[in-house]
T-cell receptor, first 111, second 116 residues
Framework: RKEVEQDPGPFNVPEGATVAFNCTYS??????FFWYRQDCRKEPKLLMS???SGNEDGRFTAQLNRASQYISLLIRDSKLSDSATYLC????????????FGDGTTLTVKP | DGGITQSPKYLFRKEGQNVTLSCEQN?????MYWYRQDPGQGLRLIYY???????QKGDIAEGYSVSREKKESFPLTVTSAQKNPTAFYLC???????????????FGEGSWLTVV
């Protein structure tokens, strides 16, 4: 079993739809969590951090469930420009600084 | 502007040759990483370094070597022992980020290596 698992998709949704991605992690000592966005043939870029209390940035909402060991990303009112691959990242406490990436979930927003 | 610079962006290698990919950061980050990404796949960790003069193997270190003689620099050498080196290589660094209140990872723009 992978340390960090994501549904690879692809998710194909119409503009304006709400879409949610989940990411599960196996190491209960994991400390920090992030969502990154990667466009085709580009480097991943930080989308947002994920906090236990949940956090929102415009149309994006991220949540962490430590008990069930998953993080989620919700995108409301999808835009064509949201089409990308979304990667979840987990940074472990036991190996300070070592990060583990999920394989990514691909989203395509269609007109 | 602070950031991570990778070079070259595109590199062609003949079979049997060693090549070195450069990675420089001016973010004053302690930790640096090298990842490999194959088309349609996720990132796989090659090597990482938490501090100068120290580095650790990642999940796919065979056929690769690194050095960390300076905090700012973490070059990756793809040796002839790496049998399938054609891929997208990403260098990253991480450090405390005031905006996220945690260690955040930043990436360079990547280097495309093709064996010809």
């Amino acid at each position: 079993r992978k340390e960090v698992e994501q549904d690879p998709g692809p998710f194909n949704v119409p503009e304006g739809a709400t879409v949610a991605f989940n990411c599960t992690y196996s190491n209960s000592a994991s400390q920090s969590f992030f969502w990154y966005r990667q466009d085709c043939r580009k480097e991943p870029k930080l989308l947002m951090s994920v906090y236990s209390s949940g956090n929102e940035d415009g149309r994006f909402t991220a949540q962490l469930n430590r008990a069930s060991q998953y993080i989620s990303l919700l995108i409301r009112d999808s835009k064509l420009s949201d089409s990308a691959t979304y990667l979840c990242v987990v940074i472990h406490n036991t190996n300070a600084g070592k990060s583990t990436f999920g394989d990514g979930t691909t989203l395509t927003v269609k007109p | 502007d602070g950031g991570i610079t990778q070079s070259p962006k595109y590199l062609f290698r003949k079979e049997g040759q060693n090549v070195t990919l450069s990675c420089e950061q001016n973010l004053n980050h302690d930790a640096m990483y090298w990842y490999r990404q194959d088309p349609g796949q996720g990132l796989r960790l090659i090597y990482y370094s938490q501090i100068v003069n120290d580095f650790q193997k990642g999940d796919i270190a065979e056929g690769y070597s690194v050095s960390r003689e300076k905090k700012e620099s973490f070059p990756l050498t793809v040796t002839s022992a790496q049998k399938n080196p054609t891929a997208f290589y990403l260098c990253a660094s991480s450090g405390l980020d005031r905006t996220t209140s945690g260690n955040t990872i930043y990436f360079g723009e990547g280097s495309w290596l093709t064996v010809v």
